[in-house]
């Protein structure tokens, strides 16, 4: 996609929201990383459904550090893969208690060393508590960036990687989110909304929709 284009596609993504925001539910960086590391998987409904308790009654690392694996996997029972979510997020608790006096540290390895945090939950840390300009690719963002043409690429790496070349340097800030929520609620994976698309004639997918559904 030329640089013409591309200017245009994000002018109109952040016309339409100036300042996007992810929709998980925090009140802190520490939540906001806990949340992200419970999305894996799950949607950030049943992510925010089931952490407005557990951020109610454990809000710290130094309360959730005190639980036990079993005590913070009932909070989570609802979402996917509870269990393993809720070793982790323990686990990341007490090390964040252990080597950053509990503090969300601004750093990729730190971020990364820590269970159950990835490349992509690291970038959302980044992103969204310290402000740079990285874009976590998830399954949406990846989608798009091929239909569209945006940053095609064979895994999420490449995509990421394209993607920050691709993206003009004034809207890098927002572009994660612009991008997870155009794809999560226009550019679907099964039926692509193309008839309310503001960058419909933008994009390089060849397969568009035309059909609205009916009222």
């Not at 070793?87 to 971020?111: C, M």
């Not at 309310?196 to 609205?212: A, F, H, M, P, S």
Request: charged share 25%; proline share 6%; with cysteine.
């Amino acid at each position: 996609m030329k640089l013409a284009l591309r200017n245009e596609l994000f002018r109109r993504l952040a016309e339409i929201d100036p300042a996007p925001k992810t929709e998980l539910e925090y009140a802190t960086p520490f939540q906001l990383l806990v949340a992200v590391i419970l999305s894996a998987q799950a949607t950030d409904k049943s992510v925010n459904l089931a952490t407005r308790a557990l951020f109610r009654d454990a809000p710290t690392p130094q309360a959730i550090a005190t639980l036990d694996e079993e005590t913070l996997a009932d909070y989570i029972k609802t979402i996917g893969i509870y269990k393993t979510k809720a070793k982790n997020v323990v686990a990341t608790a007490r090390l964040l208690i252990e080597r950053h006096g509990g503090a969300v540290p601004h750093d990729r390895a730190a971020l990364e060393a820590l269970p159950g945090v990835g490349r992509k939950t690291a970038n959302v840390i980044l992103n969204s508590v310290f402000h740079e300009p990285v874009i976590a690719v998830d399954t949406h963002i990846f989608r798009l960036a091929n239909r569209t043409g945006l940053a095609p690429g064979k895994d999420v790496v490449a995509v990421e990687k394209k993607l920050i070349r691709a993206v003009p340097a004034e809207y890098r800030l927002h572009a994660h989110h612009w991008l997870i929520l155009h794809g999560r609620y226009v550019c679907k994976a099964r039926k692509p909304e193309c008839w309310r698309c503001v960058i419909r004639d933008l994009c390089g997918y060849k397969e568009k929709t035309n059909v609205q559904p009916q009222p």
